[in-house]
């Protein structure tokens, strides 16, 4: 095993930024033995709660990464929303649920983000490898071959070249700025909230409590993270004349708490991560420039509305890992990589309209009285049905009788024997089902999983045939000889 941190002549990735995106992409890259940096401005890990949401989409690529369980436990799903007009209880609505049978985690995980990457760094080093804290990119130069990047270090200065290097430094990002890649778009200087983690006495830790108003919508809002004391605070707070609004603190939120809910015996005892979040709505125009990569919301910025700004990041590095990899390793040609900014732009811009339809559902529905986070969540918000169809890596084919094709996401199902088919399809290896018939895979990257099971071939529409799935988890070819999958495989190495 290549040691992660490896001082190489020429490095083969440098990631920049490691919160959730840079630390899945390490993983991607770790679990394939391909050497790697994975440097980090701040010092030491962020114990803010900040993204507090996980997709059942990203719950299954964890559960690759072998970290979804553990999470599982560590988070809650059922949390009721517990609605109040100033100090006086109006409802309370169960979290909606979308029931599926083709995924084991049909429900959204809330957790906070600091947990997610715990989580993830344990993995990380599990692999062999680690973040380098203090650490910054200050500048970098495109070469023919590569990219020439300087680092400030806590011990100095350092110029190192490496193959590619990939930008998972968050909406703020520097890396972006330096590439010169527009991050098109607009703020919306009206929408803007404090957030806060905060610890508190008088209330139980047995819903998401929402405070509605007519005049801001969601007036305050606590959600509870379980097995800790911390609460995550959002409170809408328009500017003021010129444009400001000031960073809260523990007094100002226990003062807004009182002027907005009239309610007495709660008190805010502690406060350990305050901020204003405005509303940015905007993509980058590139996901690439030469060699250079953008990760996560370097890429893209929206509403929160939905919880699905980390998850869009941890699945633009599942996508492009596993690319990075492949190139690197000499396994498919370098324009694998072009396939990356094709299938996750279009991603981005559903996103970018999909969160903003939240929000203005969500504020809306707390305008009138009617609700507030319990509008949020849609089918669609899951991000199972998200698919690459129409790619220049999904073949083209006829549907199955269940409309399932080629670039769709590879259903889950659980076989007659009581357990997944994503435990079989775990690993980096391109797997292969088997619907109807036996085969010997044609080489190392290959898994082969026979899959003469009623429900999964109830799942896919399909008892014969053959499936071929990318290591993403999604479906690239659906053919009814195998003579199609050694050609389709030869393709990509072309």
């Not at 707070?237 to 907005?260: C, H, I, K, W, Y």
């Not at 080629?406 to 994503?422: K, N």
Request: some cysteine; proline content about 5%.
């Amino acid at each position: 095993m290549v040691l992660m941190n490896s001082r190489s002549s020429t490095l083969p990735v440098l990631i920049v930024g490691a919160g959730p995106v840079g630390l899945t992409l390490a993983c991607e890259l770790a679990r394939r033995d391909v050497p790697f940096r994975l440097i980090e401005r701040a010092a030491s890990p962020a114990l803010s709660s900040r993204a507090k949401a996980l997709q059942p989409r990203s719950l299954e690529i964890l559960h690759d990464l072998g970290i979804a369980e553990q999470l599982m436990a560590t988070g809650t799903t059922e949390l009721p929303y517990r609605k109040f007009a100033g100090n006086r209880m109006i409802g309370e609505t169960p979290r909606r649920v979308f029931p599926r049978e083709d995924t084991r985690y049909p429900k959204t995980l809330l957790l906070p983000q600091w947990q997610v990457e715990e989580a993830l760094r344990t993995k990380l080093a599990e692999l062999g490898g680690t973040v380098e804290w203090g650490t910054e990119l200050t500048d970098f130069t495109a070469t023919d071959h590569g990219v020439t990047c300087y680092l400030q270090t806590p011990h100095g200065t350092e110029e190192i070249a490496c193959t590619y290097l990939v930008a998972c430094d968050g909406g703020k990002s520097t890396t972006r700025k330096k590439l010169g890649i527009t991050f098109a778009g607009e703020t919306h200087q009206e929408e803007q909230l404090w957030v806060g983690d905060v610890e508190l006495e008088g209330l139980a830790p047995d819903a998401w409590y929402n405070w509605l108003s007519p005049k801001f919508g969601l007036a305050f809002a606590l959600f509870p993270f379980k097995g800790t004391n911390t609460w995550q605070v959002q409170a809408v707070m328009p500017p003021d004349a010129n444009g400001q609004t000031p960073v809260p603190t523990l007094e100002s939120f226990n003062a807004l708490f009182r002027e907005r809910t009239q309610m007495e015996g709660v008190t805010f005892t502690k406060s350990t991560w305050q901020s204003v979040y405005r509303v940015n709505i905007r993509r980058a125009e590139r996901y690439r420039v030469g060699n250079a990569f953008l990760a996560g919301d370097v890429a893209h910025a929206h509403s929160i509305a939905g919880g699905m700004g980390m998850n869009t990041g941890i699945q633009d590095a599942y996508n492009l890992g596993w690319k990075l990899a492949a190139v690197l390793r000499g396994e498919a040609d370098a324009s694998l990589l072009d396939t990356y900014a094709e299938e996750r732009i279009p991603i981005a811009d559903w996103l970018l309209k999909t969160t903003s339809e939240r929000q203005q559902a969500m504020m809306g529905a707390a305008v009138a009285g009617a609700g507030s986070m319990d509008k949020i969540a849609t089918k669609e918000t899951t991000q199972l049905d998200l698919n690459y169809r129409d790619r220049r890596l999904s073949a083209h084919g006829a549907a199955t009788a269940t409309g399932l094709q080629a670039g769709d996401r590879a259903p889950d199902v659980r076989l007659a024997d009581g357990t997944w088919l994503s435990d079989q399809l775990r690993g980096s290896q391109w797997k292969l089902l088997a619907l109807s018939a036996t085969t010997t895979a044609v080489d190392s990257k290959l898994k082969i999983v026979p899959a003469n099971d009623p429900a999964l071939a109830q799942a896919y529409g399909a008892s014969d045939g053959f499936v071929l799935i990318r290591p993403d988890g999604h479906i690239a070819l659906i053919a009814p000889t195998f003579d199609a999958v050694p050609e389709y495989l030869a393709r990509l190495a072309a």
